[in-house]
């Protein structure tokens, strides 16, 4: 199981930058996704998850309104649109893959529930 985060970048405050996930090895049909961050000193917080069936998705109440979570199966790969960036955005981005494969309305945003990681992409908000 991989999983190659990348988007990040520089960006100035208001900008947009849409960061992506590619799963290998796997599928990530029927999976709960999630993006994380974690800025330093600071614990990895859910940015925005979405269920297996893509029926429901959870975000920050930091990001919402502005950061979008989508999946597309045909590439086996899962985006964040983030528009209207914060300086407070700044953050290492993770995306993570849930730990069972199932039909579920339910969301997880612990990071318990989430079995495979990416890399890790950064994300500077700065003017």
């Known amino acids: 199981v991989q999983l190659q985060a990348f988007g990040g970048g520089l960006v100035q405050p208001g900008g947009s930058l849409r960061l992506s996930c590619v799963a290998s090895?796997?599928?990530?049909?029927?999976?709960?996704i999630g993006w994380f961050r974690q800025a330093p000193g600071k614990e990895r917080e859910a940015v925005s998850c979405m269920s297996t069936t893509d029926a429901n998705a959870y975000y920050a109440n930091s990001v919402k309104g502005r950061f979008t979570i989508s999946r597309d199966n045909a590439k086996n790969a899962v985006y964040l649109q983030m528009n209207s960036l914060k300086p407070e955005d700044t953050a290492l981005y993770y995306c993570a893959v849930g730990k069972s494969q199932n039909r579920s309305p339910y969301v997880p945003t612990a990071p318990v529930e989430f079995g495979s990681w990416g890399q890790g992409t950064q994300v500077t908000v700065s003017s």
């Open positions: 090895q796997f599928s990530l049909y029927n999976y709960g």
